[in-house]
């Protein structure tokens, strides 16, 4: 009897060990492959035609290229326009094509838009879970923006966008000229602390990757920190999504939700601190446009108010990716701030 119920057992537990090591293996490294190359401003760089789900919500004009950051990490770039740069940096989960309705509001005979992807997201490069740290997110797209050699920029940084962007701008800090300041944080936390009940479950080995990988996607569940859900559908939703699946490397969104930190012992929390004191120091054209109805971020805004005192704000009810609810608010921010760094450089 004992004899049949280890081997029921053993049965069992078989399938469930290969079961959560598939789930929590680390993901391979994924690198994307151009065709031809692709000249720009800032030099000559592989073309990386877009698939059509993609290229059809794109205005015309664009640039769609591939920056070699270190071997076998390519950072895929959104480029249009030509004039002022300004580098739109978004965050989890999404890609640069997050910023497509503020680029339909700028004028680009005036501005050049950067709209670079993240590691382990879009069409950028994917990577092993335990590479997705701050540090290296931020020494990556630090390397794609030297690459371009832009001169005075004007920063724009939402969710992972602001410490990663902010971060990229403090590892060469002639670059910064002016920012836009969307839903996101860059404060280390001074004790224990969980962003939200997602992020807490995200944290948890095992149960995140069963949950957040398996049971339901991220991508499928984005349109609930939205103020309007409406304004994430599904086929938006995907463009963020299929890049993501179609690689192979899921590891992205969890990986990065596991990046943000939980307390000062974090891995995170010294460049955070870093990224903090940098984001302190900085007097430059500053304006805020912050979602009111984001149920992750939201709160933090009397956090950046107080960092930048003198920052223009604009209160929406957008909520958590809120270029998809208000672009117009935010074009206008990123025009003022613009304006503002210029006449602050003659």
């Not at 965050?91 to 309705?101: D, E």
């Amino acid at each position: 009897m004992m004899m049949k119920l280890l081997i029921g057992l053993g049965i069992v537990a078989i399938p469930a060990i290969a079961g959560i090591w598939w789930m929590t293996r680390e993901g391979a490294l994924v690198t994307p492959q151009g065709s031809g190359t692709v000249v720009t401003a800032s030099g000559t760089f592989e073309s990386f035609p877009l698939p059509d789900y993609a290229h059809e919500v794109l205005p015309e004009g664009y640039k769609s290229y591939l920056i070699e950051v270190e071997p076998g990490i390519k950072i895929h770039m959104l480029e249009a326009g030509s004039g002022t740069p300004v580098y739109l940096q978004h965050g989890n989960p999404t890609n640069g094509l997050l910023y497509r309705k503020i680029w339909k509001e700028l004028p680009t005979d005036r501005m050049r838009l950067i709209m670079p992807t993240m590691v382990g997201l879009g069409f950028s490069t994917k990577v092993p879970a335990s590479q997705h740290t701050l540090e290296n997110h931020i020494r990556w797209m630090n390397a794609a923006l030297r690459q371009l050699d832009l001169g005075g920029t004007v920063y724009v940084g939402q969710d992972w966008g602001g410490a990663v962007g902010l971060g990229a701008m403090m590892r060469s800090p002639e670059l910064l000229k002016g920012m836009v300041v969307l839903n996101t944080g860059w404060t280390a936390p001074k004790e224990q602390f969980q962003l939200s009940r997602p992020h807490a479950i995200a944290a948890t080995p095992i149960v995140g990757e069963i949950l957040l990988e398996n049971v339901v996607s991220v991508f499928d569940r984005i349109h609930e920190a939205q103020g309007e859900p409406a304004s994430i559908p599904p086929e938006v939703a995907a463009l963020y999504s299929r890049p993501v699946r179609d690689s192979g490397n899921i590891k992205g969104p969890l990986a990065l939700m596991r990046m943000v930190p939980t307390g000062p012992d974090h891995p995170s929390s010294p460049t955070m601190v870093e990224v903090e004191a940098y984001a302190k120091s900085l007097k430059v054209p500053t304006e805020i446009v912050w979602g009111m109805r984001d149920p992750i971020l939201s709160r933090i805004l009397p956090v950046m108010t107080e960092m930048f005192p003198e920052a223009r704000v604009t209160e929406t009810q957008a909520g958590h990716f809120l270029q998809e609810e208000v672009p117009t608010e935010i074009a206008e921010a990123i025009e003022r701030v613009a304006a503002a760094a210029t006449a602050a450089a003659e």
